[in-house]
Nanobody
Framework: QVELVESGGGLVQAGGSLRLSCVAS????????VAWFRQAPGKDREFVGA????????YYADSVKGRFTMSRDNRENTVRLQMSTLKPEDTAVYYC??????????????????WGQGTQVTVSS
């Protein structure tokens, strides 16, 4: 049974930083591309970024490029999302998602197979 568990969310002031983690189990982690999405109240789930299963290549949405960085540790089945220079508009529930042999440019949430339960990030102004 595949399980993705996010952690690290919280309340932070604008300009601050947070690091989210996504720990996977029940899968061959090294064969999965992992993405982060976010969903603010009343809005669609939005692609944030993804890290490739084979070479660790990263791809980010324009809205977070230069502020967010993903990294993966295949020994720990973990992908982390380091978020810096946070803005109030980054407030959302953040989800990780995984696809086996997936592409980092798959931006639609409908195309990702496995999901975590989400972690809330709130950025105060």
């Amino acid at each position: 049974q595949v399980e993705l568990v996010e952690s690290g969310g919280g309340l932070v002031q604008a300009g601050g930083s947070l690091r989210l983690s996504c720990v996977a189990s029940g899968l061959r982690f090294g064969t999965y591309t992992v993405a982060w999405f976010r969903q603010a109240p009343g809005k669609d789930r939005e692609f944030v970024g993804a890290v490739m299963w084979n070479d660790g290549a990263e791809y980010y949405a324009d809205s977070v490029k230069g502020r967010f960085t993903m990294s993966r540790d295949n020994r720990e089945n973990t992908v982390r999302l380091q978020m810096s220079t946070l803005k109030p508009e980054d407030t959302a529930v953040y989800y990780c998602a995984a696809n086996q042999w997936g592409s980092v440019t798959t931006k639609s949430a409908y195309d990702w197979k496995y999901w975590g339960q989400g972690t809330q990030v709130t950025v105060s102004s």
